[in-house]
Antibody
Framework: QVTLKESGPGILQPSQTLSLTCSFS??????????VSWIRQPSGKGLEWLAT???????GYNPSLKNRLTISKDTSNNQAFLKITSVDTADTAIYYC???????????WGQGVMVTVSS | DIVMTQGALPNPVPSGESVSITCRSS???????????LNWYLQRPGQSPQLLIY???TRASGVSDRFSGSGSGTDFTLKISGVEAEDVGVYYC?????????FGSGTKLEIK
């Protein structure tokens, strides 16, 4: 059974660095073809893909966030991570991790973690 | 970036009626492997998105056959045959052709 679960700080202040963890089970990031992605959703708004990391450590980032994103993984502990530097209120959102599959679609999603940026 | 544009529904829709949700991409999503990289999701209120359709017309595992996807390289339709109360939510299309992956702005379905 595939599951994913996000965790994060809940609230942080502008200019700080947001660190998120995706803990998953039912698959391994050491298996050929497996990737994990991060997607966010501001309250009441649509979905925005942020980044993807794959089994061979290839990475893809959304250029709209310029150089603020860093995705990484810990294969041994079945975790993926996302860091966003210099956060501001526009980064307030629910952050999801999800597993890409056929057609670069996302067949499994975590429950999401709410992150609020506020002074 | 590939821009995904979704149409609206004439909400609320009577239960049992069939509806079509449209999505258009700014670039053809037909790849050289012959597959069209267009996916559909339903996000029910308070829940994470759920994959319905991938490769434009392939239903995801466990998805009701009331859902069907069709289209061309740039124009796509998700049809729901006989809407039910459990279909309420926001439907998103998403292109999987290239990074950055992009989603449509969503189409809300309400049922009468």
């Amino acid at each position: 059974q595939v599951t994913l679960k996000e965790s994060g700080p809940g609230i942080l202040q502008p200019s700080q660095t947001l660190s998120l963890t995706c803990s998953f089970s039912g698959f391994s990031l050491s298996t050929s073809g497996i990737c994990v992605s991060w997607i966010r959703q501001p309250s009441g708004k649509g979905l925005e893909w942020l980044a993807t990391i794959c089994w061979e450590d290839s990475k893809g980032y959304n250029p709209s966030l310029k150089n603020r994103l860093t995705i990484s993984k810990d294969t041994s502990n079945n975790q993926a991570f996302l860091k966003i530097t210099s956060v501001d209120t526009a980064d307030t959102a629910i952050y999801y991790c999800a597993r890409p599959t056929e057609g670069i679609s996302f067949d499994y999603w975590g429950q999401g973690v709410m992150v609020t940026v506020s002074s | 970036d590939i821009v995904m544009t979704q149409g609206a529904l004439p909400n609320p829709v009577p239960s049992g009626e069939s509806v079509s949700i449209t999505c258009r991409s700014s670039k053809s999503l037909l790849y050289s492997d012959g597959k069209t990289y267009l996916n559909w999701y339903l996000q029910r209120p308070g829940q994470s998105p759920q994959l319905l359709i991938y490769w434009m017309s392939t239903r995801a595992s466990g998805v009701s056959d009331r859902f069907s996807g069709s289209g061309s390289g740039t124009d796509f339709t998700l049809k729901i045959s006989g809407v039910e109360a459990e279909d309420v939510g926001v439907y998103y299309c998403q292109q999987g052709l290239e990074f950055p992956l992009t989603f449509g702005s969503g189409t809300k379905l309400e049922i009468k």
